[in-house]
């Protein structure tokens, strides 16, 4: 959700253009109008408003699915009227929602016999899921500690700082401190050995990341699962993993199936995954998926009668639409393991393409792993100059949206690009980005280095002070926050209209 501001109070009406053969009076901008409108009129005044906003194709900040087949888009129209809670009126899609469960808890090698059915819930997205997971291990936790007359007031769950957001919230909304594993200059994913180092008997899990936000690199849950076997074992705690799959966990089935991240671990408790990024469907699915029943107490299930018979069910949310899930179980049927094997190859090989584009330039370190999430992080060699806050606003002048940001504790000082190889792009728009790149940093080296030029006279200032000259890092982690201020203000300003 985003927190609306009333920007402008010199103009509070809309205007229409094309409209303005049905209706010539403006409209109220942050109030209801008293009257109605032509349909006709209602639809040309958002549509006009909407040409505004940036292409969902070259959107590379985003690892959400932005394109899908025209029989899938039909299938989700047919169903969009369709509440996915009530299921009584629509057993159908429950029973499809049941068959992705079971279908990714296999892909997910969870421990489950011949008849016995996975236990997993559809979500709207990771964020339902990763509170959901979190909320089945604090109240195990809780249960725990009660039998044995210890205090369960202080829960806390050990991540790597490069976890995203939704860890953060769930922390914060249901009161479970976050001991986070710092980063280093190099190393931008949990070390497991620092991790299980702050894992104490108040860790209601360890949560490592498939695919990490910032460079795409899978952590080491392996390791990870070793090294708490032995800690559990010294100290007779039992602290469990969740295996936070977002953006990895319809990737490693396909590309990396001999690589030991789920249920095959046996501290792998529970394990989400995004529907709407490789899972290969528009935005607002995600499933998470638990080991087995005693791993989701039974007290957080809620039954209801008042749809029309009894039905169990554990979300955060509860009326939502069935789309997404009759979309997700579309893709599963239609692609199978080797269509999506394929498409996950194909996003891989583009990645491979753009990342030796950036590397013949001359300009760029690589910042991703090969091995991964199909992504690209890169950072300039040299940004005495310029930096990359300044080549991703000069992207956006060619149509692409390429996210520039920091890295977490204690890497701060480090800028990085990113740029996600989704389903919809393809190889000649990998090339086309290169070249568009190029283009930027021709038009860079043309330009004066305007805040390296206000920070050159500051340090000059300075010295005729006596204060001490900044070190280069210093001095870079002054023109990241500088950039940082910079961009955000821009942010700032355009959300000023509703």
Same mark, same amino acid.
């Given at each position: 959700?985003?927190?609306?501001k009333i920007?402008?109070?010199?103009d509070?009406s809309?205007?229409?253009?094309?409209?303005?053969?049905?209706?010539?009076n403006?409209?109220?901008?942050?109030?209801?109008?008293?009257?109605?409108?032509?349909k006709?009129?209602a639809?040309?005044i958002?549509?006009d408003?909407?040409?505004l906003?940036?292409?969902?194709?070259?959107?590379?900040?985003?690892?959400?699915?932005t394109?899908?087949?025209?029989e899938?888009?039909?299938?989700?129209?047919?169903?969009?009227?369709?509440?996915?809670?009530?299921?009584?009126?629509y057993?159908?899609?429950?029973?499809?929602?049941?068959?992705?469960?079971?279908?990714?808890?296999?892909?997910?090698?969870?421990?489950?016999?011949?008849?016995?059915?996975?236990?997993?819930?559809?979500?709207?997205?990771?964020?339902?899921?990763?509170?959901?997971?979190?909320?089945a291990?604090?109240?195990?936790?809780?249960?725990?500690?009660?039998?044995?007359?210890?205090p369960?007031d202080k829960?806390?769950?050990?991540?790597?700082?490069?976890?995203?957001?939704?860890?953060?919230?769930?922390a914060?909304?249901?009161?479970?401190?976050?001991?986070?594993?710092?980063?280093?200059?190099?190393?931008?994913?949990?070390?497991?050995?620092?991790?299980?180092?702050m894992?104490?008997?108040n860790?209601?899990?360890?949560a490592?990341?498939?695919?990490?936000?910032?460079?795409?690199?899978?952590?080491?849950?392996?390791?990870?699962?070793?090294?708490?076997v032995?800690?559990?074992?010294?100290?007779?705690?039992?602290?469990?993993?969740?295996?936070?799959?977002?953006?990895g966990?319809?990737?490693a089935?396909?590309?990396?199936?001999?690589?030991?991240?789920?249920?095959?671990l046996?501290?792998?408790?529970?394990?989400n995954?995004?529907?709407?990024?490789?899972?290969l469907v528009?935005a607002?699915?995600?499933?998470v998926i638990?080991?087995?029943?005693?791993? /989701?107490? !039974?007290? @957080?299930?809620?039954? =209801?009668?008042?749809?029309?018979?009894?039905?169990p $069910?554990?979300t955060?949310?509860?009326?939502?639409?069935?789309?997404?899930v009759?979309a997700?179980?579309?893709?599963?049927?239609?692609?199978?393991?080797?269509?999506?094997?394929?498409?996950?190859?194909?996003?891989?090989?583009?990645?491979?393409v753009?990342?030796?584009?950036?590397?013949?330039?001359?300009?760029?370190?690589?910042?991703?792993?090969?091995?991964?999430?199909?992504?690209?992080?890169?950072?300039l060699?040299?940004?005495?100059?310029?930096?990359?806050?300044?080549?991703?606003?000069?992207?956006?002048?060619?149509?692409?949206?390429?996210p520039a940001?920091?890295?977490?504790a204690?890497?701060?000082?480090i800028?990085?690009?990113?740029v996600?190889?989704?389903?919809d792009?393809?190889r000649? /728009?990998? !090339?086309? @980005?290169?070249?568009? =790149?190029?283009?930027?940093?021709?038009e860079?080296? $043309?330009?004066?280095?305007?805040?390296?030029?206000?920070?050159a006279?500051?340090?000059?200032?300075n010295g005729?002070?006596?204060?001490v000259?900044?070190?280069?890092?210093?001095?870079?982690?002054?023109?990241?926050?500088?950039w940082k201020?910079y961009v955000?203000?821009?942010?700032t300003?355009?959300?000023?209209?509703?």
């Amino acid at each position: 959700m985003v927190l609306s501001k009333i920007a402008s109070q010199s103009d509070v009406s809309v205007h229409s253009t094309f409209a303005s053969r049905y209706v010539r009076n403006s409209l109220p901008r942050f109030k209801m109008p008293e009257n109605s409108i032509p349909k006709e009129a209602a639809f040309q005044i958002i549509n006009d408003e909407l040409m505004l906003d940036g292409n969902p194709r070259l959107n590379l900040a985003s690892f959400v699915t932005t394109w899908m087949e025209p029989e899938c888009d039909k299938l989700m129209m047919d169903s969009i009227n369709k509440n996915y809670v009530d299921m009584d009126e629509y057993p159908v899609t429950t029973e499809l929602q049941n068959r992705c469960v079971n279908m990714i808890a296999h892909l997910f090698n969870a421990p489950l016999g011949d008849s016995e059915a996975a236990v997993g819930v559809g979500t709207v997205g990771s964020s339902e899921a990763i509170m959901l997971a979190g909320l089945a291990f604090k109240r195990k936790w809780q249960n725990k500690r009660k039998a044995e007359g210890k205090p369960y007031d202080k829960p806390n769950i050990v991540t790597g700082a490069n976890v995203q957001v939704c860890w953060e919230k769930f922390a914060r909304y249901f009161e479970v401190e976050l001991k986070e594993v710092k980063l280093r200059e190099g190393y931008y994913v949990m070390d497991p050995v620092q991790a299980v180092e702050m894992v104490d008997e108040n860790t209601i899990c360890v949560a490592a990341i498939l695919g990490s936000t910032l460079n795409g690199e899978f952590e080491d849950v392996k390791l990870l699962n070793d090294l708490l076997v032995e800690k559990n074992k010294e100290t007779g705690w039992d602290t469990p993993i969740h295996v936070d799959a977002a953006s990895g966990g319809f990737i490693a089935p396909f590309l990396y199936p001999e690589l030991e991240w789920d249920f095959r671990l046996p501290l792998v408790k529970s394990i989400n995954v995004s529907g709407h990024k490789y899972g290969l469907v528009y935005a607002g699915i995600g499933w998470v998926i638990w080991r087995s029943k005693e791993d /989701l107490p !039974e007290e @957080l299930i809620f039954h =209801i009668n008042y749809l029309g018979a009894d039905q169990p $069910t554990f979300t955060l949310n509860f009326s939502k639409g069935s789309s997404q899930v009759i979309a997700q179980y579309y893709q599963l049927i239609r692609l199978g393991y080797e269509g999506y094997r394929n498409v996950m190859e194909n996003c891989h090989e583009n990645a491979m393409v753009l990342k030796e584009g950036l590397e013949k330039t001359g300009s760029f370190n690589i910042v991703s792993k090969d091995d991964g999430v199909p992504l690209v992080a890169f950072s300039l060699k040299d940004n005495k100059r310029h930096d990359e806050f300044e080549i991703s606003e000069m992207l956006r002048r060619y149509g692409w949206i390429v996210p520039a940001y920091t890295m977490p504790a204690d890497a701060q000082h480090i800028t990085v690009l990113r740029v996600v190889i989704r389903e919809d792009f393809s190889r000649t /728009l990998a !090339e086309r @980005l290169v070249l568009d =790149i190029q283009k930027v940093l021709h038009e860079l080296d $043309t330009l004066p280095a305007k805040v390296n030029a206000k920070l050159a006279m500051a340090d000059e200032e300075n010295g005729k002070n006596g204060t001490v000259k900044k070190t280069a890092i210093e001095t870079q982690r002054e023109i990241t926050a500088y950039w940082k201020k910079y961009v955000s203000e821009k942010k700032t300003n355009k959300k000023q209209i509703c």
